[in-house]
């Protein structure tokens, strides 16, 4: 299963689209971190 988010204009199936997710999943976790 592929996950793509049109809003965001993610493809999660590429390279391009993995390196999106994982940065975004670290500013997540910094955010959720500092509260």
């Given amino acids: ?3 793509v ?3 965001e204009g993610i493809d999660a199936t590429t390279p ?3 390196l999106q ?3 975004l ?3 997540a976790e910094f955010e959720r ?3």
């Fill in 1 to 3: 299963m592929a996950f």
């Fill in 25 to 27: 999943g670290a500013i």
């Fill in 33 to 35: 971190a500092r509260i």
């Fill in 21 to 23: 997710m994982h940065i």
């Fill in 5 to 7: 988010s049109l809003a």
């Fill in 16 to 18: 391009a689209g993995k």
